[in-house]
């Protein structure tokens, strides 16, 4: 049995439907402007390579928790996201094998810290501040993909019954399977690995108080207020 000088870290976790088992997280990572109108919307061109960035894995905020606003930002943004769960290992991998890795679905918000990474963007410095905070993964359930297929229909988000963000899943510049394959030329992919596949256009502010609702048509939904 192994022992620690100090206790060990709880493992971050994500809840699975119509399971009381959890899916054990190991890291997320997250890709940067896959929708042609959010890339446009953000200053980059179509056809430019998917690129990433990490959260960690207790950046997960499980559903029916409050998220907080977090501090050093006046500039808070939404991003809904199909979120893809591991469950299986490789590296190097065709669009084929990389999609055979797929244990399920669920539908996430990637929150950004947007005055802090524009102004890391002007001094050519890393990500981590706006986009790495405690909290900043909201997640519903996850939904196996014998349940969920591989979907791509509907994405969309609102804040206060208002909708902000919809497109089709189908409107990815990158597949999740060419996302997934990516990703393991740069990293070995482990079973617990969460991908969050990038956002469509409309994302914007967050206020306290605010309630969200996103949801992927096949996949389910994701519901939270602002804290």
Known sequence: MTHY???APIQAAAPVE???????????LCVGRNYAAHRREMGGDDRDPPFFFMKPADALVPPGLPVPYPSQTHNLHHEIELVAALGGDGADLSTEEALSLVWGYAVGVDLTRRDLQNAAKEKGQPWEAAKAFDASAPIGLIRPVDRSGH???????SVNGQVRQQGLVSDMIW????????ASRLWRLEA???IF???PEGVGPLV???RVEGMVEDVGEVAFTVG
């Open 151 to 157: 979907p791509q229909g509907r994405i969309s988000l």
């Open 192 to 194: 617990g690995d969460l």
């Open 18 to 28: 119509g399971a009381s088992a959890l899916f054990p997280v190991r890291r997320i």
């Open 197 to 199: 596949t990038g956002t």
């Open 208 to 210: 306290t108080g605010d």
């Open 5 to 7: 000088v100090l206790p």
């Open 175 to 182: 597949s999740v399977a060419e996302v997934i394959a990516q």
